[in-house]
């Protein structure tokens, strides 16, 4: 009778046991499945933000490209006044063929 104690409290304390083992292997399974998880994250991440870098180093290039072309702009503006002030001093001039006035 007391070896079936015994080998009954023997036969609980394996199941107890066996029971933790399952829970462990649940648990590394577990793990493992939210590692790949989020390695597929990471990789995800890490694509987007190369497409930013690229889209970021494409916008800068442009950048410099309206810059030029703003430059560009601004130096022509500057001509097309100049040529309006002198358009505007020459229609306000008297014809040369007019002799009047303190001059003559």
Do not use: W
Request: one cysteine or more.
């Amino acid at each position: 009778m007391k070896k079936i104690k015994t080998l009954s409290k023997r036969v609980g304390q394996l199941e107890l046991q066996l029971e933790d083992k399952y829970q462990d292997e649940y648990s590394i399974i577990s793990l493992k499945v939210e590692l790949a998880e989020a390695k597929r994250i990471n990789e995800f991440l890490l694509e987007q933000l190369s497409k930013k870098d690229e889209i970021c180093e494409r916008l800068e290039e442009e950048e410099v490209l309206f810059k030029e072309k703003l430059e560009h702009l601004k130096h022509n503006l500057n001509l097309l006044k100049g040529s309006e002030t002198l358009d505007h001093i020459l229609n306000i001039q008297i014809p040369p063929l007019i002799k009047i006035g303190p001059g003559y």
